[in-house]
């Protein structure tokens, strides 16, 4: 039997993971330290407990010991031990930064920040270290009944019903999430096993009683339990030596009359729900059954619902990799292709005696798109994965910048396909970074502008026909025409009075283009709007840029729903076709001698109405030799990129069509000028021309 | 190189080895017990080869304690031949590292 590839298993741990801490992290930053909500409190609890549970089982032993720091401290909110205080929460959402780190080393096998890991576990050690007398009891109710620090230890008698197994559990996990919590002396109890030929083999026969030494709460022992409630026999109580101390915790120390014999299932974990008999005398001298520490509120109680709540939630999915989806896509581009071959090689025969035929094939066709349009939705995501990562950006940074600003978060349900998703996650955020250093003023200006002292920024997300506007705005200072202006002469960027103000706000896409009159390490290092601009144009997007003096800008992206996808014109050039995107195409023409200029080195212009753009012969550019070379003879096409025009001369204008885009970088290598291929319906390879490159090229050669 | 023919007429070797797979997850539960179900009246001393357990579930522990305990009780012996860090881990976290007597097993 080949071994096993334990990574496979590693895969779903880092996706999972990395979904808990997007829980984690958002349910902090809705967590109101004046009003905590015990559903978030748990929702993040779990998210860490499931990390630790996963890091321990694979043995990502960093991982596992500083979520235990991180679970404990969210154990003692969730049961009310602790109040929930702004500086916890800061030290949570830096160790859930912490975690990511550690998380996304453990996957790369890249070094991990050992150093940051460190520090924040040291302050999440000083803050469980914190006296539990400080802590108040958060409802006047529960005042008589003191905080309890955790026992040492715990006695836990667990014994699996046989169908545990069945179930998908496994003891041996279910033991080592234990021994993440402290040291366990497990003993084994074997006389329930049968004989090797009368056994079944996915029965359980064993049981256990472990004593685990461990500083934590019960609620964290009966989470790893959490799953088998139902298919075993479970308690939970303190170690010999913990109850009889003669401390005040006694008086919140809830024993269970039950005679140690059998216990229900599940009853243990249910106990907290009935109201618990104040009688510490027989906690202390009696053999508890069931123990509860009780901090104020019922927490288990509580996350009972929850639990479940978030597993019915988990029906309507299952985890497919990327990988499996776009190798379905690419299968769905080959049927494609060949159904496009057929629909070419049909059309020399005649409708009439093949209407048959012809019927079917329009039936794939129809048939096709259908399919192609379901596979690929499969990839489409909602923008909410990017917008997510914005409250804490902006909380992050308002509060480092001493400014108040609320983020406004409108149309995350549309759907985008997951590359783009990707790729338009750190564009986005060096936008929203912008508006709230530059854009948005200090609670002071705003005030004295009449404005209410929070700022606002919003993101949106729409669809517009084939394409997915984002838009970042905010209601801040707006761009500041005379300062972009002045920055713009300084850096020997030629300008006038006179500009309009859109093709000002253009000037701020200028490579090194900053107005910060400090730079902060928020924004202003000089890498700035024209990284963002390039990162758009390289998904096929455009951005624009609108703004008013003292209320605020307003930023818009464009971008294509999907990558493996375009809308091309394709073009003949020589013996050639080549797909130029639709989105850069302005227009086609065949240029008049009176419209066509020679500069001096050699470069031609053509003039369109005022303006003149540079002509490009592509047939030079990609080394067509039986093109034609003189403009008149063929068809200029009018390019655009980056609010550069140029005029690329081809031999014909073929027609448009949807192309299945064919990375040609990862199957060849990359060729300049050309952003990938596609086969067309006669078999034929066409290349796809990288407009923005060839616009960039063109208008390079024509300012030499 | 040849051998003479007298050495394969020699008695039956005094140990069997019942080498273990790597994946002895649940879903392998019931291929397992035919597995051991096969050994556990050999008269031998049977040598679990163990080297290659890479992914082990309870039940599978389970069994190799029946198995164990089985052969025990009918006097017969079994021996562990360089059981794996996983089998080893697995045993001791579930409290039968002495049952399979893996604690005097040398690495």
């Known amino acids: 039997m080949p071994p096993i590839d334990i990574t496979r298993f590693h895969q779903t741990f880092f996706d999972e993971s990395f979904e808990g801490l997007d829980v984690m992290e958002s349910g902090l930053l809705r967590l109101d330290p004046d009003a905590p909500d015990d559903e978030t409190i748990n929702a993040i609890f779990r998210a860490a407990h499931s990390i630790k549970g996963g890091a ?70 000083a803050l469980l270290a914190a006296p539990a007398a400080t802590v108040e009891a958060p409802a006047p109710a529960q005042a008589d009944a003191p905080v309890a620090a955790a026992p040492r230890g715990w006695r836990i008698e667990f014994i699996p019903k046989p169908e545990l197994f069945a179930s998908g559990n496994d003891p041996l996990r279910i033991i080592r999430e234990l021994t993440l919590l402290g040291r366990a002396e497990v003993i084994c ?123 019915s939630g988990e029906g309507g999915s299952i985890r497919v990799s990327t990988e499996k989806i776009d190798a379905l896509i690419n299968l769905v581009g080959e049927l494609v292709i060949t159904q496009a071959m057929l629909q070419q090689t049909a059309q020399h025969l ?191 997007g455009s951005i624009e840029i609108s703004s008013e003096s003292g209320r605020g800008s307003r930023i818009l992206i464009r971008l294509p729903l999907t990558l493996a996808i375009l809308d091309g014109m394709s073009v003949r050039i020589g013996g050639e076709i080549f797909i130029v995107p639709l989105n850069n195409v302005i227009e086609s023409l065949q240029p008049q001698a009176e419209q066509l200029k020679s500069l001096v080195n050699q470069a031609q212009v053509i003039r369109l109405r005022a303006e003149y753009v540079p002509l490009v012969r592509l047939q030079e550019l990609f080394g067509v030799h039986d093109a034609v070379r003189d403009p008149q003879q063929g068809i200029v096409v009018v390019l655009e990129s980056g609010g550069r025009k140029i005029a690329a001369l081809v031999d014909e204008l073929v027609g448009q069509q949807q192309v299945v885009i064919k990375s040609l970088e990862s199957n060849y290598r990359r060729v300049p000028c050309v952003s990938g291929a596609t086969i067309l319906g006669n078999g034929q390879v066409a290349l796809i021309i990288d407009a923005a490159e060839i616009v960039r090229q063109g208008a390079r050669a024509n300012a030499a | 190189m040849s051998k003479s023919p007298k050495t394969a007429t020699k008695p039956a070797p005094r140990r069997g080895v019942l080498k273990l797979p790597a994946d002895l997850g649940v879903e392998h539960a019931r291929d397992f017990q035919e597995k051991l179900a096969g050994r556990v009246e050999d008269a031998r001393t049977i040598v679990l080869d163990a080297r290659e357990v890479s992914r082990i579930h309870t039940a599978a522990i389970q069994l190799l304690c029946i198995f164990c305990q089985d052969r025990r009780n009918a006097g017969r012996q079994t021996q562990w031949r360089q059981p794996s860090d996983t089998l080893r881990s697995a045993a001791s976290l579930l409290g039968v590292s002495t049952l399979l007597e893996l604690a005097r097993e040398g690495a």
């Open chain 1, 56 to 125: 321990g089982t694979f043995g990502f032993a960093t991982v596992a010991e500083f979520t235990h720091l991180l679970e404990t401290l969210l154990d003692q909110m969730r049961s009310g031990n602790r109040p929930v205080t702004c500086k916890d929460v800061d030290v949570l959402l830096r160790s859930v930064d912490v975690l990511r780190s550690l998380l996304t080393a453990a996957r790369d096998g890249s070094e991990a920040d050992t150093a940051t890991a460190q520090m924040v576990s040291e302050e999440l050690g």
């Open chain 1, 189 to 311: 109890d074997t006389d329930a096993l049968p004989m090797l030929t009368e056994a079944m083999p996915e029965a359980c026969y064993l049981s256990w009683r472990i004593d685990l030494h461990a500083d934590c709460g019960r609620d964290a022992i009966a989470d790893v339990f959490a799953w088998v409630e139902d298919e075993c026999d479970l308690s939970i109580e303190p170690l010999d030596g913990d109850v009889a101390e003669p401390t005040v915790d006694a008086a919140a120390v809830t024993g269970t009359a039950s005679d140690g014999g059998e216990q229900a299932p599940g009853a243990d974990v249910d106990t907290p729900s009935t109201p618990p008999a104040q009688d510490p005398p027989a906690a202390a001298s009696g053999k508890p059954e069931l123990t509860v520490i009780k901090g104020g509120r019922p927490a288990v109680a509580a996350s009972r619902p929850a639990t479940s709540a978030e597993r």
């Open chain 1, 350 to 540: 005649d409708p009439v005696t093949h209407e048959e035929l012809f019927n079917g094939l329009n039936q794939l066709n129809r048939n096709t798109r259908v399919l192609q349009e379901a596979v690929m939705s499969t990839r489409m995501l909602p923008v909410e994965f990017v917008f997510s990562r914005f409250p804490r950006v902006v909380r992050d940074l308002a509060s480092k910048l001493g400014k108040q600003v609320q983020l406004q978060t409108v149309g995350e349900k549309t759907e985008l396909d997951k590359s783009v998703i990707e790729r338009i996650a750190d564009p986005l955020t060096h936008l929203v970074r912008n508006s709230l250093d530059h854009g948005i003023e200090s609670p002071e200006r705003r005030t004295a502008a009449g404005k209410p002292a929070t700022g606002t920024i919003r993101l949106s997300a729409s669809h517009q026909g084939g394409h997915i506007v984002i838009e970042v705005s905010d209601d801040g200072a707006g761009l500041d025409r005379e300062r972009i202006l002045s920055k713009a002469r300084e850096r020997g960027i030629a300008t006038s009075d006179g500009m309009a103000d859109e093709d000002v706000w253009q000037l701020i896409f200028e490579p090194g283009f900053s107005t910060a009159e400090q730079i902060t390490d928020v924004s202003g290092r000089g890498v700035g709007m024209d990284v963002v601009k390039r990162n758009i144009e390289a998904l096929s």
